[in-house]
């Protein structure tokens, strides 16, 4: 089992709807949980961070992050074309290297 | 400021050749690291920078790779005689602070043939 899972998609909708986007996880020392967006051929773009459990919001980005369950998630509301990357779960314990998740694709059909 | 910069963009090389990249990072960020990240799979850690120290290495760099990073500025990872398995992208990131926020940069695409 990998540390980190998550859904590779291609997943497709259209634009304006709420995307959900989620990441499980094996590793209970886990404290900081990033979202990353990379565009084709590009870097990864942190898009932001949590730390430890609970929500953050960040314009139309809301994260969620449950340890009980070792489940997160990123929720984009109003999805627009330019959402159309692979987006990319990440951790990392409160001293270690960060651990990402395969990505997920995610296409926005105007 | 220009964010993270590497170099070169595209390398294609044969097979039992050298190759260097070089990393050029934020400029006051202590922390530097490099990953390599293949199709479909999230970037994996190979190393890292505070300063110009090489505090943790992966088990994935095996002795044929090396890195450095004279006088905590820019880093050269090398490469020696690739492999094709050693085809990937080759991301560079730097951090301040605990390094929780790292910043890549474009990657360095090598291709072995």
């Known amino acids: 089992q990998k540390e980190v899972e998550q859904d590779p998609g291609p997943l497709s909708v259209p634009e304006g709807a709420i995307v959900s986007l989620n990441c499980t996880y094996s590793?209970?020392?886990?404290?900081?949980f990033m979202w990353y967006r990379q565009y084709s051929r590009k870097g990864p773009e942190l898009l932001m961070y949590?730390?430890?459990?609970g929500n953050k919001e960040d314009g139309r980005f809301t994260a969620q992050v449950d340890k009980s369950s070792k489940y997160i998630s990123l929720f984009i509301r109003d999805s627009q074309p330019s959402d159309s990357a692979t987006y990319l779960c990440?951790?990392?314990?409160?001293?270690?290297?960060?651990?990402f998740g395969p990505g997920t694709s995610l296409s926005v059909i105007p | 400021d220009t964010g993270v910069s590497q170099n070169p963009r595209h390398k294609i090389t044969k097979r039992g050749q050298n190759v260097t990249f070089r990393c050029d990072p934020i400029?006051?960020?202590?922390?530097l690291y490099w990953y390599r990240q293949t199709l479909g799979q999230g970037p994996e850690f190979l190393t890292y920078?505070?300063?110009?120290?090489?505090?943790?290495k992966s088990r994935l760099l095996s002795d044929r790779f090396s890195a450095e990073r004279p006088k905590g500025s820019f880093s050269t990872l090398e490469i020696q005689r690739t492999e094709q398995g050693d085809s990937a992208m080759y991301l560079c990131a730097s951090s301040s602070g605990q390094g929780i926020e790292q910043y890549f940069g474009p990657g360095t695409r090598l291709t072995v043939t």
């Open positions: 590793n209970s020392a886990f404290q900081y």
């Open positions: 400029s006051e960020h202590n922390r």
């Open positions: 920078f505070q300063n110009e120290a090489q505090l943790e």
């Open positions: 949590t730390y430890s459990s």
């Open positions: 990440a951790m990392r314990t409160s001293y270690d290297k960060v651990i």
